[in-house]
């Protein structure tokens, strides 16, 4: 599906990109055409070092595509702009800093009109919003590992992104922990509407998290298979366990497949 | 209370078995003197000694400033450019190679008369090297995800710098600083003690060899590891300031 609405929020159209390497070209990214509405949330999927974080680096303008092009709410993405979000899987808070200090690191370089009092109360608010009551003013050092990525998922919130783009922000969690946050990203969305990208090689989290899931295809990525996920108002973890969400694992799951072996014989 | 008393009595301790290893073996002072020896030896020179103390010092520091400077300068270079690291550091490495006690005295006929300066010039050169390397070091492996979470946002190089790459890169530089605070004392005295007519500690020492005067060498020696201890706790307590958060608390 390569036709997009010229409202939504992510436009990627027609996008290529290749690395230069010593060893010569490797394209990491060909003709790939997605988009995300506004307010939604694409997870996508594919076999690793399929190119997914080349794919995040261009949607937050941290890398310019050698063909094709993306927009944000409309806008041409030629730089970085301070209407995106964005946490990783190494949490990467900031040690010397407490962890309000943390999460009001984005509001200290994008321009806004808070005062410092104003700043302080927007990163308190999201720190209750995940839980984090009460652990302002710890170090970084002091918290669990989940806990240190709630932290960063409020630092990649606070200045209001228009887009929040996630780089398997959960992938170093144990699997309890993992869905705890999957229920706090529940609660973020809810409270803190976003437009959001999430790349991730857990396909539950796929689409448990999201309204859609976007398979991509082995190296060079395009897409090569789409799924809707219908959301109810408060996604349970149960829901994962119907007969519904197993047959779409089980579809997605194949899909990777496909694309695993289509990236084997481009080697 | 307790970890001031377990240091003092260990230093106790270790000047009483000093004494006694001397009067058991009842070796001559200028064989090796014995703490009983040392605090007369200072007595006798003590004006010097705070005169030439004072000269050691601040030369030790003055070098070890331009040191930093210096060496904090080409960390960042080599730190941020690959290239440049790759042209500067064979060239550090074959600088730091060279034994400075060589170099003291090309650098005494270069300048010569220039006490002060000749001094410096050696502190400077011996302490230099470790912290380029440590500040190079903690620069280059800055994760990338920390330099892209604010660029993502927009942010100048110069605010990833200072925000960012500057905080993280201060606990190597300080376990660099301690290593070149040793070394700076090391490049101060080889140079006071090889100018002629030269003041400072190492020139202090030099005339106690010329008079034979044992006791005065080795009181030397105490007042270099008191200056070099008080140095060292300065950074220490800098450290604390500065980096403290990267010590994990221990309860």
């Known amino acids: 599906m390569s036709s997009y609405k010229k409202k939504d929020t992510i436009i990627i159209k027609d996008v290529t ?31 690793s070092g399929c ?61 806004n009109k808070l005062n410092s009092l104003e700043k302080e109360q927007r990163a308190k608010q999201l720190l209750s919003l995940v839980g984090l009551e009460g652990f302002e003013q710890k170090k970084p050092s002091e918290l669990s590992g989940g806990m240190r990525q709630r932290a960063s998922l409020c630092r ?32 973020l969305r809810k409270e803190e509407p976003f437009t959001g990208i ?70 | ?25 009842e070796w001559p002072n200028y064989k090796m003197a014995s703490p009983s020896d040392i605090w007369p030896a200072f007595w006798k020179f003590k004006g010097l000694f705070f005169q030439y103390g004072w000269d050691t010092l601040w030369r030790t520091v003055v070098g070890l400033f331009i040191a930093v400077l210096c060496g904090v300068f080409l960390g960042m270079i080599m730190g941020f450019s690959k290239v440049l690291r790759e042209a500067i550091y064979p060239l550090l490495v074959g600088f730091n190679a060279i034994p400075k006690a060589t170099v003291v005295p090309i650098i005494a006929l270069m300048f010569v008369g220039q006490h ?30 920390y330099r892209d979470i604010l660029r993502s946002l927009g942010a100048s190089k110069s605010l990833i710098f ?46 106690g060899k010329t008079n034979s005067d044992y006791p005065l060498m080795f009181a030397v020696l105490i007042a270099l590891a008191l200056l070099g201890i008080g140095l060292y706790y300065v950074v220490v307590i800098l450290e604390k300031i500065f980096a403290g958060w990267a010590e994990r608390s221990t309860d």
């Open chain 1, 198 to 267: 999430l790349i991730t090689h857990d396909l539950r989290e796929s689409i448990f998290l999201a309204d859609e899931v976007v398979v991509l295809s082995g190296r060079p990525a395009s897409k090569q298979f789409f799924v809707k996920v219908p959301k109810s108002k408060t996604p349970k973890l149960e829901s994962l366990y119907s007969s519904k969400s197993i047959d779409m694992l089980k579809s997605l799951r194949k899909q990777i497949e496909i694309a695993q072996s289509q990236q084997e014989q481009n080697k």
């Open chain 1, 51 to 111: 190119g997914k974080s080349t794919l995040t680096k261009l949607i937050s303008g941290l890398l310019q595509p050698d063909e094709g092009e993306v927009y944000l709410s409309g806008e041409k993405i030629t730089t970085p702009r301070p209407t995106v979000g964005m946490a990783f899987q190494n949490p990467v808070l900031l040690e010397w800093r407490s962890i309000i200090k943390n999460v009001m690191l984005p509001l200290e370089i994008v321009p």
């Open chain 1, 17 to 47: 990109h290749t690395y230069k390497t010593e060893t010569g070209l490797l394209p990491v990214i060909k003709n790939l055409s997605m988009s995300v509405p506004e307010n939604g949330f694409t997870a996508v999927v594919g076999p």
């Open chain 2, 1 to 25: 209370m307790r970890h001031i008393l377990v240091p003092l009595y260990a230093i106790i301790i270790f000047l009483i078995l000093w004494e006694l290893l001397v009067w058991l073996n």
């Open chain 2, 162 to 207: 200072w925000k960012i790459a500057l905080p993280k890169t201060l606990p190597e530089f300080f376990g660099a600083l301690k290593v070149a605070v040793t070394l700076a004392f090391i490049g101060t005295n080889l140079m006071e003690i090889v100018s002629p007519h030269g003041r400072g500690l190492g020139a202090l020492f030099d005339s």
């Open chain 1, 156 to 187: 990649a919130l606070v200045h209001k992104p228009e887009v929040l783009i996630l780089d398997e922000p959960f992938g170093a969690l144990d699997a309890f922990t993992r869905e705890d946050l999957w229920q706090v990203m529940h609660n």
């Open chain 2, 116 to 145: 002060d300066l000749n001094t410096i010039l050696i502190a400077f050169m011996i302490s230099f090297f470790p912290i380029a390397v440590s500040v190079s070091i903690g620069l280059s492996t800055l994760e990338p995800e």
